[in-house]
């Protein structure tokens, strides 16, 4: 069976951002697969780049997780509520299975077409601003490395961690040097002084791109993130685009000028002539186009396995649809981590992610109260013994003979034990009649009870109308004193600044206030509160 090859070149009439010298030029050297070296333990962390055993996906059987007829109609009857879920189960028995023959030859084609869109996207030289701008903040630290460069995917030389950060200083310098050449020698074509041969300067300009391009591909930026770039490649088009259509309705040969400058200013930024521009973007969405086409094909045959794997992970927490959803994100990984050339099936392979990326989510949303995913292997391993124990002696063990059958320290397990614990909701019905839930029988010892706050209630409405008898000097001053506006009690001196009179001018009117408030007729009124008090 033949297959694209992987050698790709950017022509000159596919490719007008970089014109192709005169002559042959050389043979583009593109950068080949070889078998990837993965570690024998798997973490569970999506910005992780460790892979799963290769020997033990080897012995897992597929055959038992790929669901039959029978299976998929027992999902269809059991989501009969859903209809949403019920249409996309009947859609997806509708995408035939790939025979070993296909899967082989999509998987090429996913390279070679994923190959094609990182040639075209790093040989544009805006994107290859961005991916220096990238380079430059893993080296200074402040990015990490995971998310933004495939560590055990270099295309060329499969480099570890350690290797491209050795060679990204030195790669990045040469970037560097390269670009800075580039953005001098574009600068001066734009503003039209250069006068040597336009063709060498063209030609010079294709090669400078292309060991940019061979530069930023040693160290392998992630194909997302190229992706995510094209968008501001096609807001700079946009931009460029008004630009020209502005001055070419411009009315004035003051107006043209503006729109002149602004447009040299952006494909001085970009780099890019409009032509240039344009062109590339529209080589990157064609490209891309059929990158994510032979993606997407290769991930919906294989909906089934995500739907067969969901199954197994239902009343823990998740509604059916969202496992299945977490499912298919985890597929996604792994169709662009998948690697053809170790002859394993797809199906294996990916069985690995789907499952990472239901466990994961489990762990994440599963329960109200989220565990670190660090400690549930723990728990698990403490509800086991537990269990053990339990079934030896006949009773619940304690918490010195669970640490002693783990080998975890006492306040370790004390911890777990607390962690592990399920959350109890207030609206949880008590009984069988389901009448009552558990907040009616809790105390909040914050509330007070019913009979106190309407004693309240009545106290400070008899307080007002005891007040209300006062004239209103008297009376905004015993309320400032008390607080009994807004619960601040106020010294003598503030309330003699606010009235503006003295200290003792303001004693002497609550000294008086204080023995009307005494007298028998409005004593009486709060008489029964003090009793009750």
Same mark, same amino acid.
């Given at each position: ?15 007008a951002?970089?014109?192709?010298p %005169? ?8 950068l080949?697969?070889?078998p990837?070296?993965?570690?024998? /333990?798997?973490? @569970?962390?999506?910005? &992780?780049?460790?892979?799963?055993d290769?020997d033990? *996906?080897?012995d897992?059987?597929?055959?038992d997780?790929?669901?039959?007829? &029978?299976n ?5 009857e059991?989501?009969g ?7 996309? *189960?009947r859609?997806?028995g509708s ?6 023959e296909?899967e ?6 996913l390279e ?5 869109f990182?040639?075209a996207?790093l040989?544009?030289p ?15 630290g %402040?990015?990490?490395i ?5 560590v055990?995917?270099?295309?060329e030389?499969r ?8 060679r990204?200083k ?9 670009l800075?050449?580039?953005h001098a020698?574009?600068?001066a074509?734009i503003?039209?002084e250069?006068?040597g041969?336009? /063709?060498q ?8 791109l ?5 530069l930023?591909q040693?160290?392998?930026p992630?194909? /997302?993130?190229?992706?995510?770039w094209m968008?501001e ?5 946009d931009? +460029? %685009? ?5 001055r070419?309705?411009?009315t004035? !040969? ?14 001085l ?11 590339? *973007?529209?080589? @990157?969405r ?6 994510q086409?032979?993606r997407?094909k290769?991930?919906?045959?294989n909906?089934?396995?995500v739907?067969? #794997? ?9 509604l059916?649809?969202?496992l ?7 597929l996604?990984?792994? +169709?662009?981590?998948?690697e ?5 099936k797809f199906?294996t ?6 499952r ?7 762990h &994440? ?6 565990v ?14 537990r269990?053990?124990l ?5 009773r ?5 003979e669970?640490?002693a059958?783990?080998g975890?320290?006492?306040d370790?397990?004390r911890?777990?034990r #607390?962690?592990g ?5 207030l ?5 069988g ?12 010892d914050?509330d007070?009870? !019913? ?9 400070q ?5 005891v007040?209300r008898?006062? !004239?209103?000097r008297?009376?905004? +001053?015993i ?28 004693r ?17 009124? *709060?008489?029964?509160? +003090?009793e009750?008090?």
């Amino acid at each position: 069976m033949s297959r694209p090859s992987s050698n790709d070149t950017v022509s000159q009439a596919e490719c007008a951002a970089t014109p192709t010298p %005169s002559g042959n030029g050389g043979k583009n050297t593109e950068l080949t697969k070889a078998p990837l070296p993965l570690p024998q /333990e798997c973490e @569970l962390d999506w910005n &992780d780049t460790v892979e799963p055993d290769i020997d033990e *996906l080897r012995d897992e059987e597929l055959e038992d997780t790929i669901l039959d007829e &029978d299976n998929a109609q027992e999902v269809e009857e059991e989501s009969g509520a859903d209809d949403t879920l019920g249409v996309y *189960l009947r859609q997806m028995g509708s995408i035939p299975l790939l025979t070993r023959e296909e899967e082989l030859e999509l998987a090429q084609r996913l390279e070679y077409y994923r190959n094609r869109f990182r040639n075209a996207a790093l040989l544009c030289p805006l994107m290859l601003l961005r991916v220096r701008e990238m380079f430059e903040r893993i080296a200074a630290g %402040s990015l990490p490395i995971d998310p933004h460069i495939d560590v055990y995917s270099s295309e060329e030389l499969r480099l570890s961690r350690s290797q491209i950060l050795s060679r990204l200083k030195p790669n990045l310098s040469t970037l560097c040097h390269l670009l800075d050449q580039e953005h001098a020698v574009f600068a001066a074509g734009i503003r039209d002084e250069f006068r040597g041969d336009q /063709e060498q300067w063209r030609r010079d300009r294709w090669y400078r791109l292309r060991k940019c391009r061979r530069l930023a591909q040693e160290l392998s930026p992630r194909t /997302e993130i190229l992706e995510r770039w094209m968008d501001e490649l096609a807001d700079v088009a946009d931009e +460029v %685009s008004h630009l020209l259509l502005a001055r070419a309705i411009a009315t004035s !040969p003051t107006e043209r000028a503006q729109h002149e400058k602004t447009l040299r200013e952006v494909m001085l930024r970009a780099l890019m002539t409009p032509a240039e521009l344009f062109a590339s *973007l529209k080589i @990157l969405r064609k490209r891309r186009h059929q990158y994510q086409a032979v993606r997407q094909k290769l991930a919906e045959a294989n909906l089934r396995l995500v739907v067969s #794997i969901a199954k197994k992970y239902r009343n823990r927490g998740l509604l059916f649809s969202d496992l299945i959803q977490e499912g298919n994100r985890g597929l996604m990984r792994a +169709v662009d981590k998948y690697e053809w050339r170790l002859k394993f099936k797809f199906g294996t392979y990916a069985t690995w992610w789907i499952r990472q990326g239901i466990t994961r989510a489990l762990h &994440d949303h599963a329960r109200t109260v989220r565990v670190p995913c660090h400690q549930i292997s723990v728990l698990a391993r403490l509800e086991r013994k537990r269990s053990e124990l339990s079934a030896a002696t006949g009773r619940d063990p304690s918490n010195e003979e669970l640490a002693a059958a783990t080998g975890l320290k006492m306040d370790e397990m004390r911890s777990l034990r #607390i962690v592990g614990r399920q959350p109890v909701s207030l609206n949880d019905s008590l009984g069988g009649d389901g009448d009552h839930a558990l907040e009616d029988f809790l105390r909040d010892d914050h509330d007070p009870f !019913p009979g106190e706050n309407a004693d309240r209630r009545l106290l400070q409405e008899r307080v007002r109308e005891v007040l209300r008898s006062l !004239p209103p000097r008297e009376r905004e +001053v015993i309320e400032l004193r008390y607080g009994l506006k807004d619960g601040k009690c106020r010294t003598l001196d503030v309330v003699a600044r606010q009235f503006g009179i003295t200290r003792e001018r303001i004693r002497q009117i609550e000294a008086r206030a204080l023995l009307k408030l005494r007298r028998p007729p409005r004593v009486l009124r *709060l008489a029964e509160f +003090v009793e009750k008090g």
